[in-house]
């Protein structure tokens, strides 16, 4: 009997082909399998409705934001996308002055020309002011030092002798590296860089530049292109109506 259960132990305590094992111990089972890796497509699908709801929010933005800029990129640059500062210091951004018609002229006090120009520059803002004209106006005392004075002084002098109602601007310099921006644009666009106080840029609603004239061409003479420009404006805001 005893001999029977020595043989009973001895065959428990072997495991499989004969090997033995370890009494009191038990051979390792088989790996766990590995977690699975959780697809980020479903994340969407079971979220809550006010995560779903979050997340469309924030794609439809960035794709606003991206067509936004894309438009921005798009769109040249005009006249009315600078700002200049205003004859009496203040900054001013010429996309106010959008949608009309504009004549940007670098004026002087001690010209021969200023006589003529003034009266005839505010003549025209007389008649064609009322119906999307503006005279832009920009000292300027580079060609022969004949804007001198301060800013307020030339303010003074052509409200006092001329009577001028059109928007005027600080004192700048519109030809060379220091040129003002507008003015750079002027020249870039129209391929005509001032070479003398009282040059005139028609510039259409739109911020293009239509054309450039040197002081020689009188503003009596740009009158009529002016005025059918002006007269189209008016037409095309009635249609808009």
Not at 120 to 125: I, N, Y
Not at 213 to 226: A, Y
């Amino acid at each position: 009997m005893g001999r029977l259960r020595s043989r009973v132990r001895l065959s428990t305590a072997r495991g499989e082909g004969g090997a033995s094992c370890p009494a009191g111990r038990l051979e390792p089972g088989p790996p766990p399998p590995a977690p699975r890796a959780r697809d980020p497509s479903l994340a969407f699908a079971f979220a809550t409705p006010p995560a779903r709801e979050r997340v469309m929010v924030a794609g439809l933005a960035a794709a606003w934001l991206l067509l936004a800029a894309a438009a921005c990129a798009q769109r040249e640059q005009d006249f009315y996308d600078f700002k200049a500062v205003n004859i009496r210091g203040k900054l001013v951004s010429l996309e106010k002055y959008r949608g009309s018609v504009s004549l940007v002229v670098n004026v002087a006090s001690e010209c021969g020309f200023t006589d003529q120009h003034y009266r005839a520059l505010q003549q025209l803002q007389r008649d064609l002011g009322p119906h999307h004209f503006n005279v832009l106006a920009f000292p300027c005392n580079q060609f022969g030092q004949q804007e001198p004075n301060s800013n307020k002084e030339i303010e003074n002098f052509a409200r006092r002798t001329y009577s001028v109602s059109f928007p005027m601007f600080s004192k700048i310099t519109v030809t060379g590296t220091g040129a003002h921006p507008a003015f750079k644009y002027l020249i870039q666009t129209s391929g005509k860089e001032p070479t003398w106080n009282f040059w005139k840029y028609l510039v259409a609603p739109d911020g293009k530049v239509i054309g450039a004239w040197d002081p020689t061409m009188s503003v009596e003479e740009l009158r009529p292109q002016i005025t059918a420009l002006v007269r189209k404006l008016i037409l095309k805001k009635r249609e808009d109506l």
